[in-house]
């Protein structure tokens, strides 16, 4: 089962097209978009996904507001809506939906505000209040945090103390950060500062203790082809790519290709 979580930038724009296409030969079973809108664009993907095998959708896009950065989730089965009474309350950044896939899980995907926001701690806290209180069984929780690790996801110092506890205390009960499980000490970056061109880790999965068990791979892929040499040219994040493991007699085997075609 292949989960891929994807900032797309500005709704996708004339990238849509390019998008799509990447993400089909990504061939996930379940996708979390962050800046996903109500615009015409965004709206062709959503279409472009439900075409090719990803009918069941969820988003927090406004229409009253179509340039305004949302969530979509879009899987290849039923996807129901969980509201949990300690979640952020910044509703188009977080969106909680469970899979009915074979292996059975929630999925809350999230787009954190940056640091000059004011809103992103109140965010990081409120996410923090619901992996605390779980309840709901195998999880996780995705998406762009805006946040990493000081010293290892990143290039210069960036982040600080207040941001690295968060993922220390998503750890401490019990959230594991899925490629740190995997790669303890690898370094690379998801994002880049178009100014500085120092590269940052911001984008992360968060496994809890039942679902951590199915975890097989986890792997971040710049979107594109071998023919654009830019690996901005589809976004300027890399998406984060997940494998879990289905329970036995649920579907066949699959091992995570991690190249952009």
Not at 22 to 35: G, H, K, T, Y
Not at 183 to 202: E, K, L
Request: proline share 7%; net charge positive; charged share 25%.
């Amino acid at each position: 089962m292949r989960i891929v979580a994807w900032n797309i930038r500005a709704g996708g724009g004339r990238r849509v097209e390019a998008i799509a296409r990447q993400l089909q030969r990504w061939a996930p079973d379940v996708v979390a978009l962050s800046e996903f809108r109500a615009t015409p664009p965004s709206l062709a993907l959503a279409a472009a996904l439900a075409a090719r095998g990803l009918p069941h959708q969820l988003t927090t896009a406004d229409p009253a507001r179509p340039a305004t950065n949302a969530l979509l989730v879009a899987a290849r089965w039923p996807l129901r809506r969980v509201r949990l009474r300690a979640a952020p309350r910044e509703p188009g950044r977080w969106l909680v939906a469970t899979v009915e896939a074979p292996l059975r899980l929630t999925l809350g995907a999230m787009h954190v505000p940056n640091r000059v926001s004011g809103r992103k701690y109140p965010f990081l806290d409120a996410v923090l209040a619901c992996a605390r209180r779980w309840r709901l069984g195998p999880a996780l929780l995705l998406g762009d945090t805006n946040s990493g690790r000081r010293g290892i996801d990143e290039e210069t110092p960036a982040f600080n103390a207040r941001e690295e506890g968060w993922i220390d205390a998503l750890a401490g009960c019990g959230w594991r950060d899925a490629f740190r499980h995997l790669r303890a000490d690898a370094r690379t970056y998801t994002w880049y500062s178009p100014n500085g061109r120092n590269g940052f880790r911001v984008d992360q999965a968060f496994f809890n203790a039942p679902l951590l068990g199915h975890l097989e791979e986890a792997a971040y892929v710049w979107g594109g082809t071998p023919r654009r040499t830019r690996r901005d040219a589809l976004s300027d994040h890399a998406a984060l790519l997940v494998e879990l493991q289905l329970p036995c007699g649920a579907g066949a085997d699959r091992h995570l290709n991690a190249s952009p075609g």
